[in-house]
């Protein structure tokens, strides 16, 4: 596999921009691309850690099961974002499921290989520490969304986490592109579609956000953040 091939996706993040060039292209010879077909699972809750995981292309959509059995979305992992790792350092199982919401690429480094690059590089656990920490923060940020804010504020935040990534990008241009639905949107919101269309439209309005042809472009990223926190 080429790095040249993958580094227009890998450097939408700029975790993964930010490690030494020579680790980049460990990583790379050592992943693995991966297809998977749209609804299959790419690893369930209390599975093994088997690995950690890149998109390439496609949608991954992390989520859990309540105990009355309906799915309680957490996110969607867009091309450039990383996901996984977390079970590669505590030893734990899964904390919940990922799936392919559409035929999906995925770059794929093995539990094994990644041990054994940390081993041989003790000096890159600041930036694996960097990325839980960045986990734990968007963790944080969900606890706050569920207490304290109004409808559209959690509406503006999820639109901003999707955009950043979970990786959080230290800003978003004018014009950054979403490509989600608006079922999608009010699945994460425990909302109704009919709600979140209208909420969508008061964005649009007050030139926030445009909506077009299943894409939602951010045009005001400055009075989108200032939304979160109403």
């Avoid at 450097?11 to 077909?37: C, G, M, T, Y």
């Amino acid at each position: 596999m080429q790095l040249d091939t993958l580094r227009p996706i890998l450097s939408h993040s700029p975790w993964f921009k930010s490690l030494p060039q020579d680790v980049i292209e460990q990583l790379v010879n050592a992943a693995k691309l991966k297809r998977v077909d749209a609804g299959q699972l790419v690893y369930q809750k209390h599975d093994l850690g088997d690995g950690l995981y890149c998109v390439m292309s496609g949608k991954v959509r992390l989520s859990n099961v309540t105990l009355e059995g309906k799915e309680l979305i957490l996110t969607w992992m867009q091309p450039g974002n990383w996901f996984g790792e977390i079970s590669l350092f505590d030893g734990l199982p899964r904390a919940h499921d990922a799936h392919a919401d559409e035929p999906c690429e995925l770059l794929k480094i093995s539990s094994l290989d990644f041990k054994i690059l940390l081993k041989q590089r003790p000096d890159l656990y600041p930036h694996f520490m960097r990325l839980l920490c960045q986990r734990i923060r968007t963790t944080f940020a969900f606890i706050d969304e569920t207490g304290s804010l109004s409808l559209k504020g959690k509406l503006c935040g999820r639109i901003l986490l999707l955009a950043e990534g979970l990786e959080h990008q230290a800003s978003v241009e004018k014009g950054a592109s979403l490509r989600i639905s608006q079922e999608s949107l009010a699945l994460m919101l425990h909302s109704s579609r009919q709600t979140v269309n209208k909420l969508l439209q008061e964005l649009q309005q007050q030139a926030v956000i445009k909506i077009h042809y299943g894409q939602l472009y951010i045009l005001d990223h400055a009075k989108l953040k200032t939304l979160c926190q109403i």
